[in-house]
T-cell receptor, first 111, second 117 residues
Framework: RKEVEQDPGPFNVPEGATVAFNCTYS??????FFWYRQDCRKEPKLLMS???SGNEDGRFTAQLNRASQYISLLIRDSKLSDSATYLC????????????FGSGTRLQVQP | DTGVSQNPRHKITKRGQNVTFRCDPI?????LYWYRQTLGQGPEFLTY????????KSRLLSDRFSAERPKGSFSTLEIQRTEQGDSAMYLC???????????????FGAGSRLTVL
């Protein structure tokens, strides 16, 4: 089983739609969680950290469910510029400092 | 300082040759990471430095791979006797250890794309 699993998509949605991605992680001791965004042929960039209480940044909302070991990302009012791959990222703790990335979920927002 | 810098951006080599990539992190960042990414996959962790100490290495890092960060600033990743399976994007990232906004968040360079013929 992969440490971090995501649905690869692609998710094809019209502009203005609301779309949600889930990600599951295998290590219950995981401590830190993030969503990164990666545009085609570019490097990953931090979209947002995910806090236990959930957090929101504009049109983006991230949630963490430790009991079920998944995190989610909700994008409201999708824009064409949201088209990218969204990477779920977990720090597994237990002394590890490296982040483990999922394979990413590709989003294509269509006009 | 404009971010994490990686060189070269592209490298094409023949199987069996050695290649070296360089990463210059953000100057105030004390942590440096190397990842590898292939098409359709997320970045895979290779190794991590805190200052000049290499603190963690992935099982992916075979004995043909070696990384250094001699003065705790820039880092090099060398691949010896390259194989076609080494073809990938090699990403470097840096972060700073601390508290508050931005701490422990990875900032990536644009990557070095390796093609082994």
């Amino acid at each position: 089983r992969k440490e971090v699993e995501q649905d690869p998509g692609p998710f094809n949605v019209p502009e203005g739609a609301t779309v949600a991605f889930n990600c599951t992680y295998s290590n219950s001791a995981s401590q830190s969680f993030f969503w990164y965004r990666q545009d085609c042929r570019k490097e990953p960039k931090l979209l947002m950290s995910v806090y236990s209480s959930g957090n929101e940044d504009g049109r983006f909302t991230a949630q963490l469910n430790r009991a079920s070991q998944y995190i989610s990302l909700l994008i409201r009012d999708s824009k064409l510029s949201d088209s990218a791959t969204y990477l779920c990222v977990v720090n597994e703790g237990t002394g590890r400092r490296a982040l483990t990335f999922g394979s990413g979920t590709r989003l294509q927002v269509q006009p | 300082d404009t971010g994490v810098s990686q060189n070269p951006r592209h490298k094409i080599t023949k199987r069996g040759q050695n290649v070296t990539f360089r990463c210059d992190p953000i100057s105030e960042h004390n942590r440096l990471y190397w990842y590898r990414q292939t098409l359709g996959q997320g970045p895979e962790f290779l190794t991590y430095f805190q200052n000049e100490a290499q603190l963690e290495k992935s099982r992916l890092l075979s004995d043909r791979f070696s990384a250094e960060r001699p003065k705790g600033s820039f880092s090099t990743l060398e691949i010896q006797r390259t194989e076609q399976g080494d073809s990938a994007m090699y990403l470097c990232a840096s972060s700073f250890r601390g508290q508050g906004s931005g701490a422990n968040v990875l900032t990536f360079g644009a990557g070095s794309r390796l093609t082994v013929l």
